[in-house]
């Protein structure tokens, strides 16, 4: 399970390093569930304020799941 941070002072959350910690699920047959972004959201370079309600919407949309019965 992965997430990032919430509140105005929470450290960046970098997607590279959620796609990172996704691949290394799969190699290893283990569930993996994006959780919630983080309120600092870093992707393709950009950097993003993402608002607390949204995180977990956000999350589900980027469709990154892994489930190894699947």
């Known amino acids: ?3 990032g941070e919430s509140d105005r002072n929470a450290r ?3 997607y590279n390093w959620v796609l990172d910690i996704r691949e290394q699920c ?3 047959k ?3 569930e994006f959780r ?3 309120t600092h ?3 393709d370079g950009k950097n993003y304020t993402i608002q607390t309600k949204d995180l977990t919407k956000q999350a589900k949309l980027a469709n990154i799941d892994y489930n190894v019965n699947e």
Do not use: A, E, R, T
């Open 12 to 14: 960046p959350l970098d």
């Open 41 to 43: 959201f870093i992707k």
């Open 26 to 28: 799969i190699q290893k």
């Open 36 to 38: 919630q972004c983080g």
């Open 1 to 3: 399970m992965v997430g």
């Open 30 to 32: 283990v569930n993996f």
